[in-house]
Nanobody
Framework: QVQLVESGGGLVQAGGSLRLSCAAS????????MGWFRQAPGKEREFVGV????????YYADSVKGRFTISRDNAKRTVYLQMNSLKPEDTAVYFC??????????????WGQGTQVTVSS
C-alpha cells in the first residue's frame, strides 16, 4: 500500500516556475514508476510525464516536453515535478500516481489527492 501527498501548487505568473512534490508512505515506493497527471476545469485528466522506479528513464507529454522535469529521491520517498516557463494552459489540478511505467491512468494503482496550479497571464 502506498499513500501519496502532493504539495507545492499555487498561483504563478506566465513564464514563472513551480516545483511540485509528491511524498509517499510505504516501503514499496522505490519499486513503482511514478507518473504525473493533470486535470483542467471541464477537461479529462491527462498524462504529463512519468519516471521509472530507478529514476533512469523519463517520458513527457509533448505539451510539456522541454519545460517540465520529473525527478525522484527514493531515500526520501519523494518525486518532484519541476515546471518552468509556465503557460496559462498549464492551469490544472496536478496528481501524482504510483504504478507501472506508462501513459494511461489504468497503469497506476495509487493516486494522490492533487494540488492546484494556476498560471495567470
Amino acid at each position: 500500500q502506498v499513500q501519496l501527498v502532493e504539495s507545492g501548487g499555487g498561483l504563478v505568473q506566465a513564464g514563472g516556475s513551480l516545483r511540485l512534490s509528491c511524498a509517499a508512505s510505504g516501503h514499496t515506493f522505490r519499486t513503482y514508476a511514478m507518473g504525473w497527471f493533470r486535470q483542467a476545469p471541464g477537461k479529462e485528466r491527462e498524462f504529463v510525464g512519468v519516471i521509472s522506479w530507478s529514476g533512469g528513464t523519463t517520458y513527457y507529454a509533448d505539451s510539456v516536453k522541454g519545460r517540465f522535469t520529473i525527478s525522484r529521491d527514493n531515500a526520501k520517498r519523494t518525486v518532484y515535478l519541476q515546471m518552468n516557463s509556465l503557460k496559462p494552459e498549464d492551469t490544472a489540478v496536478y496528481f501524482c500516481a504510483a504504478g507501472n511505467y506508462g501513459l494511461t491512468e489504468e497503469q497506476y494503482n495509487y493516486w494522490g489527492q492533487g494540488t492546484q496550479v494556476t498560471v495567470s497571464s
